[in-house]
């Protein structure tokens, strides 16, 4: 397959921090499902500042950078966590990226919330639905509004901002309706968006495209404030009427085989890869790290 270098869209480039441990959840799109998420975790713990270091290195300032937090659940090991996060704060890592965020189903979020100040900006929270009874069936588990409101509030009050999550995984009925309770659910609860993201195993994906098409179409309630259509995924960002964010992402399952140095991965061993799958070591890349490229057909 043929690669050019990316000269227009978004180009932050993100670096993941696989968190080691597992999870708790029982999602049925889980992303994990075909990954080995073996690992040691003191071998992660040793070795991935200076894997954190040398990617940020090598990309320099040829494109932002967003660090995500994920995991499995990054929250599942909260003592752990913390001792990760006290090593990020050490290595001051906001001062050498765009930003940090991390993504979690928040099990044992409160607690590990007083390491996180200095740390992460940002904290997606996967709800999946904001139905109780349907979260619970997703998930395997289910916090209440009041939890989600004391979260979202200690979260704020070290100055870091959430939104929620859902992966969309079957057509729904009267899609509309759902995704405005939705959203309406999570501004009363607190949250600042809503993020819904397609199942990347889903055969019926187009269902999906339609639904962004639809609500971008919808200027009653909706401004556009960023649409992209690229090789590895089809997005936008909406902002409605009374200021909630709404973001829509279609993405592949693995981003290096559509686009290349798009991402790049510290799995659960502490090593930095150029894909998910850990095919490739980041010093094996054959590419210029920094830089985007996006497949082409010959």
Not at 267 to 295: F, H, L, N, P, S
């Amino acid at each position: 397959m043929k690669y050019i270098e990316r000269k227009n869209y978004n180009k932050v480039i993100t670096v993941k921090l696989v968190i080691p441990g597992g999870c708790n959840a029982k999602c049925p799109f889980c992303y994990n499902k075909d990954k080995d998420m073996s690992c040691d975790k003191q071998q992660f713990l040793d070795n991935f500042i200076e894997s954190l270091d040398d990617i940020i290195t090598r990309i320099g300032g040829k494109n932002p950078i967003s660090v995500d937090i994920t995991g499995g659940e990054p929250t599942l090991d909260p003592e752990y966590l913390s001792k990760i996060f006290i090593k990020l704060k050490e290595f001051n890592i906001k001062s050498k990226v765009l930003r940090v965020t991390m993504t979690t189903n928040g099990s044992h979020l409160k607690e590990v919330i007083p390491y996180m100040k200095d740390v992460v900006d940002y904290v997606n929270i996967s709800i999946h639905d904001w139905q109780p009874i349907r979260r619970e069936e997703i998930l395997g588990f289910c916090f209440n509004r009041i939890d989600y409101k004391d979260m979202i509030q200690q979260l704020n009050d070290i100055g870091i901002t959430v939104s929620a999550c859902a992966v969309i995984f079957k057509k729904i009925p009267n899609f509309v309706k759902w995704r405005d309770f939705f959203i309406d659910w999570a501004k009363d609860v607190g949250f600042i968006a809503v993020r819904f993201r397609c199942d990347v195993f889903w055969n019926d994906a187009d269902v999906f495209d339609s639904y962004l098409t639809e609500s971008m179409s919808e200027t009653d309630k909706f401004d556009v404030i960023d649409y992209e259509n690229t090789t590895d995924s089809h997005w936008c960002r909406l902002r409605r009427k009374d200021k909630m964010r709404v973001f829509f992402l279609h993405g592949v399952l693995d981003t290096s085989i559509k686009t290349k140095g798009i991402e790049y991965v510290i799995d659960t061993d502490g090593r930095c890869y150029c894909d998910y799958y850990r095919r490739t070591k980041v010093e094996d890349y054959q590419y210029e790290v920094g830089k985007i490229y996006d497949a082409v057909s010959d």
